[in-house]
């Protein structure tokens, strides 16, 4: 019998304690965390994760601002736009909201982005001290994070397992990657020129997909009892919201899967606030 990570619940759980953490540094220091998200154009899924993640920081007590900029507005502007966070006290965690239009370089944009006020994780000084396990504190990609505190939470240990990350982007493959090398376990990072991903995921005993591709994995493509952590968010043929693998045919072959929804959506944007009042918190030590 599977066991369904449920991480709408544990995201309530976080979020829980983020408010705490949030009422506790408004109490003891007068500090409101502030995240501002930038989104460029009008990309309708962006759109609704954006407004999921604006209505969440409210409810925690967190200053969210959402500012959408024009679908043509210019690298310099933008970059210009993000150089007046960068210099605002008030803001502690600023976003841009991936995907970016053509005319957008997104690394320039990475690398703009102060790394103190990262709370995507992505900015190259951040993306290295992952990758060396750095001790000191750093931000990390939210959604390769929130699934390590759902491992967490299950008891899922990496050390000794044989680990698959299929999909290599720079917010889901790599970062995840990285952390499940840190954790102790042997990774293979798939990509869609993998000749056959079947010949990695049947010996899996964690597999992670972030692909967007439907029905990417069926029960053929699996272990027994292996755990399943599904990153798609995909439209299925019947217009719903579904993940990268067939979960009501692989449910009973599998220890452990994430559901599409409630699985690892809600999980990022917990892991948003909470690193949004991370950053809040090691800026002030740092006497910001
Ligand atoms: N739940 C959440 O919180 C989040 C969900 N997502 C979702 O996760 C999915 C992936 O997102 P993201 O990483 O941004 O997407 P990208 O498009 O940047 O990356 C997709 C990756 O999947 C690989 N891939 C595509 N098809 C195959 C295949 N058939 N076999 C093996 N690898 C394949 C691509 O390979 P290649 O590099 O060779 O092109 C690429 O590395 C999307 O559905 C997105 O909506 C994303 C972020 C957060
Ligand atoms: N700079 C940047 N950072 C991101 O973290 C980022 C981004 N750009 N661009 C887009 C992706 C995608 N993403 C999701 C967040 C929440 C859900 C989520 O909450 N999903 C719900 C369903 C939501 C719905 O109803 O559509 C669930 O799976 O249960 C999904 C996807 C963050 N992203």
């Known amino acids: 019998m599977a066991t369904v990570i449920d991480g709408k619940a544990l995201a309530k759980k976080i979020n829980e304690q983020t408010t705490q953490r949030v009422e506790k540094l408004q109490a003891d220091y007068g500090i409101t965390p502030g995240l501002v998200v930038l989104i460029v154009g009008t990309d309708q899924a962006s759109e609704r994760y954006v407004r999921n993640k604006h209505r969440t920081a409210q409810r925690l007590g967190i200053n969210s601002i959402v500012r959408q900029l024009p679908v043509d507005i210019s690298e310099a502007e933008l970059l210009k736009i993000i150089q007046q966070y960068n210099n605002d006290p008030t803001i502690d965690g600023i976003l841009v909201q991936d995907p970016l239009p053509d005319q957008i370089n997104e690394k320039d944009v990475t690398r703009t982005i102060l790394p103190e006020k990262d709370v995507d994780g992505f900015h190259p000084v951040n993306v290295g001290k992952l990758f060396i396990d750095d001790s000191t504190k750093y931000p990390v990609s939210c959604t390769p994070k929130g699934i390590m505190t759902m491992f967490d939470e299950y008891g899922i240990s990496l050390k000794g397992k044989k680990a698959v990350m299929i999909g290599r982007s720079a917010i889901v493959g790599k970062p995840m990657a990285a952390l499940m090398i840190n954790a102790g376990a042997t990774v293979s990072i798939l990509n869609r020129y993998t000749p056959d991903i079947k010949d990695y995921t049947k010996d899996a005993d964690i597999i992670v997909s972030a692909t967007g591709q439907l029905h990417l994995l069926g029960p053929d493509a699996i272990k027994s009892g292996a755990v399943i952590i599904d990153v798609g968010q995909n439209m299925n043929e019947q ?50």
Do not use: C, N
């Open 239 to 288: 217009g719903h919201l579904v993940g990268d693998v067939d979960y009501d045919d692989v449910f009973d072959k599998v220890g452990f899967i994430t559901p599409v929804p409630g699985g690892v959506g809600p999980m990022t944007i917990a892991t948003l606030m909470q690193q949004s009042v991370d950053l809040a918190e090691w800026g002030m030590q740092r006497g910001k």
